[in-house]
């Protein structure tokens, strides 16, 4: 099997493509907790819902709470699009002109007198492609984001061959299952609370109904 030689002289960064991508490795990378918060977040809608066809009344301090949550989603992802630009630029450089080299045992980038060079060993434990690009982790922690890899004149075969052969692993493979639980809970939990009500709706007078469905 050949050994990948891989070199790209121009310029590398692009701050709109890099804001992208590490999106795109944000999604990937907090997939579970994004779930599992997504669920909190239907789940605590419906309590509302239900709690107000039963009682008439909506709990304010609910609903700040999952506002507050997806706002912390949303800051959360735009400060990691931030702290992975940095990290871009360390292993990318923003100046008009530097070099990248890829073999089969390091990553390189060269501009100017300024050369760094690290072993893919040392650089994480897991690879993930996405959409033409690569990211090298340490378990949750990008440390290496090449948002294009055709534009390196790389390939993701060969690239990918490289990294498995200095011992990186594929990051689909290390997942966790946790979230399914939080799910099954949720569900559980709406089911109850529905059986609940509608409980409640059969216990009321059927006068009681006739004025809550004419509005008082």
Not at 14 to 24: H, S, Y
């Amino acid at each position: 099997m050949l050994e990948m030689n891989i070199e790209y002289t121009g310029r590398l960064y692009d701050a709109a493509k890099v804001r992208r991508f590490a999106g795109k490795v944000y999604d990937r990378v907090a997939r579970s907790s994004r779930i599992m918060l997504s669920v909190f977040i239907v789940v605590g809608l419906a309590a509302e819902v239900l709690a107000y066809l039963r009682g008439g009344y909506l709990d304010l301090y609910l609903l700040f709470l999952l506002a507050l949550i997806v706002f912390a989603l949303k800051f959360n992802r735009a400060r990691f699009q931030k702290s992975m630009d940095l990290v871009i630029r360390r292993f990318m450089g923003d100046s008009d002109k530097g070099t990248v080299a890829m073999t089969d045992t390091c990553y390189e980038f060269r501009s100017g007198d300024n050369v760094m060079r690290v072993v893919w060993r040392n650089l994480g434990s897991y690879y993930v492609f996405l959409d033409g690009g690569l990211a090298v982790l340490e378990r949750n922690l990008p440390t290496l984001l090449l948002p294009s890899l055709v534009s390196l004149g790389a390939s993701e075969e060969e690239v990918k061959s490289a990294l498995e052969k200095a011992g990186l692993k594929d990051y689909r493979h290390c997942r966790s299952y946790w979230w399914v639980f939080v799910l099954l809970a949720a569900l559980m939990g709406g089911v109850f609370a529905l059986l609940d009500l509608m409980q409640f709706r059969a216990k009321m007078p059927a006068s009681a109904c006739v004025e809550c469905y004419d509005g008082g």
